[in-house]
C-alpha cells in the first residue's frame, strides 16, 4: 500500500485469561466472555493512554475469551465456548477497535456454518473500522479440528489463500499464526511467501528463564523470514483445573533481525510494546548482501521432497462424528507408518 506508515507501536497486551470449564449455562458463559471484552476495553484504553497514541496494533493472547477445553466432547464444546463468524463477541471486539483506532488481533474457537459439527480455532485481525480483515485457521494442533483434517472441502470453501491469509494494510502486511504453531516453519514460511511483514503470535504457554523450544522459535522465525513477531501470551488461566500460572509471562515482541526489543515477566501487564520500523524492514528486505535471506530463498530444492512426503494425513473429518480418541488414534497411525518407511527408528 502506498500510505503505509513508517513506523509505529505494537503491544503484546498479557491478560488473565478466565476459562468456562466449569460453567454448564449458556448466559454463565456468555457473562464470563462480556466481562472478559469489557475488561480489555479499559485495560486497552489505559495501555494506550501510556504508551501513546501511536500505538496502532494490540495482539490478544491465545483463547482469551474462554481458555481451552479440559475434557468436554467436541459437540460440547462448540455449543459452550464457540463464537458464531457474525456473532455478538465480535461486535463488541470491533467497537473496541474502533473507539481506540487500532487494529485489535486475537484468538478464538470458532464455529463455521460450513463445517457443521467441528469448530476452528481462529485467529483474527479487526482494523480501526471495526471490519474483520482477516480470519485464519490454526493448521496444526493435537486436539482440535483443522483446516487439514477437512482439507478438499475447506480448499473447495476458501481456496489456499484463506488458508495462508496476508492483510496488506497501512501498518504493513499483516499475517496471524496460533500457539505451537510457532515451532512449524512451514506456516511462518507459506504468509511470509504471501508478502507478510509481521507475524501476529496469540499463544498460552509455558515461561521460563530458560530459552523454551517456542522461544527459540520466535527468533528463528523472525530472522529466516524478515519480519517482526508480535507474541501475546496469557497471564495465567483462571477458573481452570490446571494451576493458574502454568501458562503466565514472557510475550514480546522480536524484530526481524531476531533481537528482543521488548518482553515482559509474568502476570497482567503491558510492557511487551515496542516501536515497529515498517520503513527498515522494507528497506533491509530490499538490500542486496548476504543478511537478505528471503531473497535468497531456492523453493524449488524442496518441493520435491514436501510432494513426495506423505505423514499426517489430510480429511480425516470429512465423515462421521468425532471424538476426542481420534487425534490420538491419527498420530498413532502415523508414527506407525512413518516406522515402515523407516523415517522413526524404534
Known amino acids: 500500500m ?44 489505559a495501555s494506550i493512554a501510556f504508551i501513546g497514541q501511536d500505538c496502532r496494533l494490540i495482539v490478544l493472547p491465545e483463547y482469551f ?29 470491533s467497537k473496541i477497535a474502533q473507539k481506540h483506532k487500532i487494529f485489535l488481533a486475537g484468538n478464538a474457537y470458532e464455529l463455521d456454518p460450513n463445517f457443521p459439527g467441528l469448530y476452528f480455532q ?22 482440535a479440528p483443522t483446516p487439514h483434517d477437512v482439507w478438499d472441502k475447506y480448499l473447495d470453501c ?7 491469509p496476508v492483510a496488506k494494510t497501512e501498518i504493513g502486511n499483516l499475517a496471524a499464526l496460533a500457539s505451537e504453531e510457532i515451532l512449524y516453519p512451514e506456516v511462518a514460511r507459506c504468509l511470509t511467501m504471501r508478502g507478510a511483514e509481521i507475524l501476529l503470535h496469540s499463544t498460552s504457554e509455558i515461561y521460563s528463564p530458560n530459552l523454551t523450544p517456542k522461544d527459540a522459535a520466535k527468533i528463528s522465525r523472525a530472522v529466516e523470514n524478515m519480519v517482526y513477531v508480535v507474541s501475546s501470551n496469557t497471564a495465567g488461566i483462571v477458573n481452570s483445573p490446571i494451576p493458574s500460572a502454568s501458562v503466565d509471562g514472557g510475550s514480546k515482541i522480536i524484530d ?3 533481537i528482543v526489543l521488548a518482553e515482559t515477566g509474568a502476570g497482567e ?26 531473497s535468497r530463498q531456492r523453493f524449488e530444492l524442496y518441493a520435491e521432497s514436501y510432494q513426495r512426503s506423505h505423514f ?14 481420534h487425534f490420538t488414534q491419527t498420530q498413532q497411525a502415523t508414527i506407525e507408518h512413518l516406522t515402515k518407511l523407516g523415517i522413526i527408528r524404534k
Request: net charge neutral; with cysteine; hydrophobic share 40%.
Open 256 to 258: 526481524y533481525r531476531g
Open 158 to 164: 476458501y481456496g489456499l489463500e484463506g488458508v495462508f
Open 312 to 325: 499426517y494425513p489430510p480429511n480425516t473429518m470429512l465423515d462421521g462424528e468425532i471424538n476426542r480418541q
Open 2 to 45: 502506498n500510505n503505509c506508515l513508517d513506523s509505529f507501536r505494537a503491544l503484546a497486551l498479557q491478560v488473565t485469561c478466565h476459562a468456562v470449564n466449569y460453567s454448564n449455562h449458556s448466559s454463565q458463559v456468555r457473562s464470563i466472555i462480556q466481562s472478559t471484552i469489557n475488561r480489555l476495553d479499559q485495560q486497552i484504553a
Open 65 to 93: 475469551l474462554t481458555g481451552f477445553p479440559m475434557g468436554e466432547s467436541i459437540a460440547v464444546w462448540a455449543e459452550k465456548a464457540c463464537i458464531e463468524m457474525d456473532g455478538a463477541e465480535y461486535e463488541a471486539l
Open 269 to 294: 501487564s503491558m510492557a511487551a510494546f515496542a516501536k515497529i520500523d515498517l520503513a527498515g524492514l522494507k528497506s533491509d528486505r530490499y538490500r542486496p548482501g548476504l543478511n537478505n535471506i528471503l
Open 122 to 143: 481462529t485467529c483474527f485481525i479487526i482494523d480501526p473500522s471495526g471490519s474483520i480483515i482477516l480470519r485464519y485457521r490454526r493448521l496444526n494442533s493435537m486436539f
